[in-house]
């Protein structure tokens, strides 16, 4: 299986930029497609879509979210942060599948 | 507009089956490229992907434990259901269906979720 991996917590403060990163263990790029994809998730809500194939914004995201990477290594910045970007991000690939696999998250806090 | 709700038992005992459905709307699963996943997240830990069936009615199976599950469709194409066997006390978590518009596609509607307890 493809391990993903990213920092558990990131502290920021409001208006500041938050990049939250994720590892894979081997490539998840075929061709020109990177097949890494963003999802918010609040406390007790489901996870929503926020980029996906790396670098595309979901529909209805704001464009303060943005991601970026190829191989094994993806970032995804959020800048301006607000108020209510508060929540854990996580990364999942589609590259290889079964299983498509998630990170562990990472929980963005206020500084 | 799309919608997925999930449902199931609530809680079950260790060694039972959990039978789980996912109902959903605003798409068919009859639509070529559709896709409709079991994914589940115990509590405070990440996502794990289960299972998935297709419009073509193919199954995909987390190796990790294909030998416990089981997805099926209904032939309305408007349901999804999980069966997962032998369930123990690691299977406590909230299970999602979610939908993809392909196999290397993600996740772009969720369902809400159902919290599964399985307890003595």
């Known amino acids: 299986d493809i391990v993903l991996t990213q920092s558990p917590a990131l502290a920021v403060s409001l208006g500041q930029r938050a990049t939250i990163s994720c590892r894979a263990s081997q490539s998840v790029s075929i061709s020109r497609y990177n097949l890494m994809h963003w999802y918010q998730q609040k406390p007790g809500q489901q996870p929503k879509l926020l980029i996906y194939?790396?670098?595309n914004l979901a529909s209805g995201i704001p464009a303060r979210f943005s991601g970026s990477g190829s191989g094994t290594d993806f970032t995804l910045t959020i800048n301006p942060v607000q108020a209510d970007d508060i929540a854990t991000y996580y990364c999942?690939?589609?590259?290889?599948?079964?299983?498509?696999?998630f990170g562990a998250g990472t929980k963005l806090e206020l500084k | 507009q799309v919608t997925l709700k999930e449902s199931g038992p609530g809680m079950l005992q260790p060694s039972k089956t959990l039978s789980l459905t996912c109902s959903f709307s605003g798409f068919s699963l009859s639509t070529s490229g559709m896709v409709v996943s079991w994914i589940r997240q115990p509590s405070g830990k990440s996502l794990e992907w289960l299972a998935a069936?297709?419009?073509?009615?193919?199954?995909y199976y987390n190796p990790s434990l294909k030998s416990r599950l089981t997805v099926s469709k209904d032939t309305s194409n408007t349901q999804v259901f999980l069966k997962i066997t032998s369930v123990d006390i690691a299977d406590t978590a909230t299970y999602y269906c979610?939908?993809?518009?392909?196999?290397?596609?993600?996740?772009?509607?969720w369902g809400q979720g159902v919290m599964v307890t399985v307890s003595s």
């Open positions: 999942q690939q589609s590259r290889e599948s079964p299983p498509y696999t």
């Open positions: 979610a939908r993809s518009s392909g196999i290397r596609v993600p996740f772009d509607y």
């Open positions: 069936i297709d419009w073509d009615g193919d199954k």
């Open positions: 194939r790396a670098s």
